[in-house]
């Protein structure tokens, strides 16, 4: 089976445009949450949806948003970029598993020029 | 979720058994203790989780004190591909699909020598 895909792999932006995130789960995977991760930190949380409903969200502003899809895909949106949104955006797929072990695609590297 | 403290960096000899500790002395008890790694520039990988009783895995062994105010992973055979960031993550499981937040600390970086 694919592991958790995103895209795109990187991403050149300049301040003030907007951005979309793409993330595709395990098949039969039914949440998807978003992190963004600058250097030397640890991801960060941003949102988490499951079943097409948002169920938590960070302490990020409104120019983040996010969707899910019915096929449980996910997108996420940035928009009037800063500077300070270069950073790495990872999506993690979960939820058949009472654990809710999360599993997490490769991430999406954004750079904000 | 329950914070946890984990030392910045550790090193490893190739062949030996790395041993990584977690301090997480507010742990509720209904909170699992999980372990993901990251691997430079790649997405976090789930290694294992427990309760209250040691665990292994194909990956890892997880050992989890009595009064569950700390824990170690064990990787038994470190190799050069482990090295990589661990994050301890204390959080409750279950939820009904409401609750996969993870809130990932600085994790211990591991660096497997050769």
């Known amino acids: 089976d694919a592991g958790v895909t995103q895209s795109p792999t990187h991403l050149i932006k300049t301040r003030g445009q907007q951005v979309t995130l793409r993330c595709s789960p395990i098949s039969g995977h039914k949440s998807v949450s978003w992190y963004q991760q600058v250097l030397g930190q640890g991801p960060q949380f941003i949102f988490q949806?499951?079943?097409?409903?948002?169920?938590g969200r960070g302490n990020f502003p409104d120019r983040f948003s996010a969707r899910q899809f019915p096929n449980y895909s996910s997108e996420l949106n940035v928009n009037a970029l800063l500077l300070g949104d270069s950073a790495l955006y990872l999506c993690?797929?979960?939820?058949?598993?009472?654990?809710?072990?999360?599993?997490f695609g490769p991430g999406t590297r954004l750079t904000v020029l | 979720d329950a914070k946890t403290t984990q030392p910045p960096s550790m090193d490893c000899a190739e062949g030996r058994a790395a041993n990584l500790p977690c301090n997480h002395s507010t742990i509720s008890g209904n909170e699992y203790v999980y372990w993901y790694r990251q691997i430079h520039s790649q997405g976090p990988q789930y290694i294992i989780h427990g309760l209250k009783n040691n665990e292994t895995n194909e990956m890892a062994s997880l050992i989890i004190t009595e009064d569950r105010k700390s824990s170690t992973l064990i990787l038994p055979h470190a190799t050069l591909r482990d090295t990589a960031v661990y994050y301890c993550i204390v959080r409750v499981a279950g939820g009904g699909g409401s609750n996969y937040k993870l809130t990932f600390g600085k994790g211990t970086l591991l660096t497997v020598n050769p």
């Open positions: 993690a797929g979960g939820g058949t598993s009472r654990y809710n072990e999360q599993f």
């Open positions: 949806y499951y079943e097409k409903e948002e169920r």
